[in-house]
């Protein structure tokens, strides 16, 4: 017999899979539960703006082409958007690609990427699924990251450098000033990863404004997703911006029709229609003043968060989750050293009710 393990090579063998939740109809069907409410993956709860839907119907008679390679139409409305050259910009299947791009054209057999921890498990995964290694660098006790000791990880080996802000799973962020003084000490052939996914949602004023930095520092890359804020989840659409230099190189290692033609024509309605964002920014905003206020007559520490979602302390966190997902309600638990935390996504007013209710009721 093949013992494909062995083909496959001892990094892929280790690899723990992603492993997605069930479908939600499935869960309720198991469970015996109906009506449930999904808080577990950081989705839009409003949905997509009604004008990405327009153009959706009007690109589906143009199924059977094949997509623009370039990704021309969508390249210029975010150029536009954000007054940057389109030769600066890489399209791809949300930021999961993009971290899998540059790995796979900047990293060499024996090099590593740095991330703090907890951060997005993916980093790992994809980096150990191409060969390399990824040293993970705790956060201090706040859940802030801890910029001395991630600039005294970096050796010759490190290549990249992974930071998620805000933050997932804590919606922890670090600010203009903490960012600079860390790029000072990181050498110019360390790249800098700035995973910026839920980044339409952070609205601290020293947030750092990472657009003003690039020409700065040409070692810095800027990663962005029409899947939180946007709404588009199902099609993944994200995108990199970084010099053209950078640009170039992971453009020879993409795959030449990467962004299918639906998430490209979703994402181009989406960027161009910001009055809808901002209802999602502002619905956002309640539901996180509610269920702050909400913890706090509980009793429950939570960490202030500059996302769409937050991390709470219930104790027991595995037992809180599974108690709350026979009542229909799915959050998100971690284990390890989040043992006592689950995340709840924010979602609409009438879902945050439901869940502080059935929160209650499990504690």
Same mark, same amino acid.
Not at 14 to 33: H, I, N
Not at 201 to 207: G, K, L, N, R
């Given at each position: ?20 939740? &069930?479908? @939600?109809? +499935?869960?309720?069907?198991?469970? /015996? ?7 577990? *993956? !950081? %989705? ?31 390249? &210029?409305? @975010?150029? +536009?958007?954000?007054?940057?050259? /389109? ?7 949300? *930021? !999961? %690609? ?266």
């Amino acid at each position: 017999m093949i013992d494909y393990s062995k083909l496959a090579g001892q990094s892929i063998s280790a690899l723990t899979p992603y492993k997605p939740g &069930k479908p @939600v109809k +499935e869960l309720e069907r198991e469970l /015996g539960v109906t009506n449930s409410v999904k808080l577990a *993956s !950081n %989705e839009n709860p409003l949905g997509c703006s009604p004008k990405v839907i327009a153009a959706l119907n009007e690109f589906m008679p143009e199924i059977s082409r094949y997509p623009l390679g370039d990704a021309f139409y969508l390249r &210029k409305a @975010v150029s +536009e958007h954000y007054g940057i050259s /389109g030769d600066r910009l890489l399209f791809g299947t949300g *930021s !999961n %690609e993009i971290i899998e791009l540059a790995i796979r054209t900047f990293l060499a057999e024996d090099e590593c990427v740095l991330s703090p921890s907890p951060s997005f498990s993916v980093y790992g995964i994809i980096s150990q699924a191409a060969g390399k290694s990824c040293k993970w660098v705790p956060v201090n006790d706040a859940f802030k990251c801890d910029f001395e000791a991630l600039a005294n990880a970096i050796t010759d080996k490190t290549r990249m450098v992974f930071l998620a802000n805000p933050n997932n799973p804590t919606g922890e962020y670090f600010t203009a000033e903490e960012l600079e003084a860390f790029m000072q000490k990181v050498p110019e052939d360390v790249i800098v990863v700035m995973d910026e996914a839920y980044i339409e949602y952070a609205d601290a004023p020293d947030f750092p404004d990472t657009l003003k930095m690039l020409d700065k520092y040409k070692n810095m890359f800027l990663m962005r997703t029409f899947s939180k804020a946007y709404g588009l989840a199902a099609l993944r659409a994200g995108f990199v911006i970084a010099c053209e230099e950078a640009i170039d190189m992971m453009n020879r290692v993409r795959q030449p029709f990467n962004t299918n033609m639906a998430a490209q024509v979703a994402a181009e309605a989406a960027i161009k229609d910001q009055t809808h964002l901002k209802a999602v920014l502002a619905e956002n905003q309640r539901g996180k003043e509610f269920l702050y206020s909400e913890f706090e007559k509980l009793g429950l520490k939570y960490v202030p968060t500059q996302a769409n979602f937050i991390l709470v302390n219930v104790g027991n966190g595995e037992k809180v989750f599974d108690n709350l997902l026979k009542q229909g309600v799915i959050v998100r638990f971690f284990g390890s050293g989040l043992a006592e935390w689950i995340r709840v996504s924010i979602g609409t007013m009438e879902e945050n009710a439901i869940f502080i209710e059935k929160l209650k009721e499990v504690l």
